[in-house]
């Protein structure tokens, strides 16, 4: 993909945008509504609104996030296919650890909520609504920005932001550190943000899956 795409105005109002709505949402959800899952998913729509918004007037549009018009269908098609390929790259890599006697469930496991509304809502938010916000801001935005430096130093910077911006467990958070790295390489080769949202959002999608079986 081509470097400095995303101007530094544009990221720094998305960046301040995406802080502040994410401090909001998580006073709002402290305070113990019911269904804080929807709150989520509006903040997460919010968000994605906002730098659009940014990128289309202070930046260079749709296409330097990745999103341009002629690229969205061929990026889903690519999408399916990496994640065909990640899918069996990540089997694979589940049987040797499971031979090795690792726990490989408890490497990947996300706590679901107890009722049916409430999972519905988990799969929507967390396993769509939320890996395409993280998309947009992470690669799209952030990434963008960082590839005026190298493919190297957006690839770990980014990943690394990408990793302490989700909740951090004791031991190594192994899905958003591949999931992070996974994206990135995605984005740079194909050139479309809808393969590593594509990616993304069956990544989580299968995780909550195997989460609710076990």
Not at 100 to 106: N, W
Not at 114 to 136: Q, R, S
Not at 155 to 160: A, C, D, E, K, M
Request: charged share 10%; hydrophobic share 60%.
């Amino acid at each position: 993909m081509e470097a400095k795409q995303i101007e530094i105005k544009a990221l720094f109002i998305s960046l301040a945008a995406v802080v502040s709505i994410e401090a909001a949402t998580r006073m709002v959800i402290s305070t113990g509504l019911r269904y804080p899952m929807i709150i989520l998913g509006g903040a997460r729509l919010l968000e994605i609104g906002l730098i659009i918004l940014c990128v289309s007037i202070w930046g260079k549009g749709f296409p330097s996030i990745g999103l341009a018009r002629s690229r969205i269908v061929p990026g889903l098609r690519k999408g399916l296919i990496w994640s065909a390929g990640f899918a069996v790259v990540t089997f694979l890599a589940f049987v040797i650890l499971f031979i090795t006697g690792i726990d490989v469930l408890k490497l990947i496991e996300v706590r679901l909520p107890a009722h049916h509304g409430e999972i519905i809502l988990f799969f929507l938010v967390g396993g769509m609504v939320g890996p395409l916000a993280e998309e947009v801001f992470f690669r799209g935005m952030l990434y963008g920005f960082l590839r005026r430096w190298g493919v190297v130093v957006a690839l770990v910077v980014s990943t690394l932001i990408f990793v302490l911006a989700h909740p951090i467990f004791p031991g190594i958070p192994l899905p958003q550190v591949v999931g992070g790295i996974v994206f990135a390489v995605a984005y740079e080769i194909e050139g479309s943000l809808m393969v590593p949202i594509t990616i993304h959002v069956l990544g989580n999608l299968a995780i909550f899956a195997l989460s609710m079986m076990s």
